[in-house]
């Protein structure tokens, strides 16, 4: 292989903006977006999945918060939207422990010495005086949460046959972390075959940068990319769910 194709092969930085997509690194609410698709919704077969969105992630880890100031207000938005067109919301905890969580052991093996914190179990227990919901994003009654022993909301979850029974066909993901647990949740509900879109201003990572990657690398590839304010058009975000007559 001669050097000019090498070089073509090796990675390259994704661009924090693009014509098609938008700015990746900070999607700002509220402005246009060039070049963006109407992606006119419809509540009725549409679900809202909340990844991570928990003390862990967010209260308790600043580097999130220091890059993500407006997070809270994006995600509150969405949830908003969702639940006043009658879209269904779901919500994804982690309960990662070494007992059922056996790629933690490789994880330790891998980060042995390198970060703080990192190998810490996370568990979740609604039983316990610990167990907290963020006040910008806690579920309201009838709305579905998941426990995942992985970084996928899909693995080892009833998720994707939840969303058959309840007849949804498109899926709004949001939460933490972009580049970890929302991205393969993302691909897991695309691979089973729904319409994925990942809400790009209610996502957080440790760093623009990798938030801005994960974007660039499998944005409108493997799923859509929208924003909150996408959603709240109630022509061509989500469309509010239409009563259902009843034919005996």
Partial sequence: MNEDAYKELQWKAPPLYTAEQGNLLDLPSGEEQPNRAH?????????????????????????????????PENLRRTIEVC???KAKVLWVRADYRYSHSPWLVQFSRLHQGKTANILTEVVCDPSSEDFKWEDFATPEGGEGIIAKTSWSSVTNTALIDHLRNLGIDTVLVCGLITSVCVQHSAFGIFEAGFRTLLVADACGDRGKARHA?????????MYEIVTSRDLEDPHTGLRKAKPVWLIL
Avoid: M
């Avoid at 991570?52 to 308790?60: A, H, L, R």
């Avoid at 990657?213 to 409108?220: D, F, K, R, V």
């Fill in 213 to 221: 990657a994960a974007l660039a690398l499998y944005g409108n590839y």
């Fill in 83 to 85: 639940r006043n067109r």
């Fill in 39 to 71: 992606i006119s919704l419809h509540a009725e077969t549409t679900a809202l999945v909340v990844v991570d969105v928990q003390p862990e992630y967010w209260s308790k880890c600043p580097a999130v918060r220091k890059d993500f100031p407006d997070f």
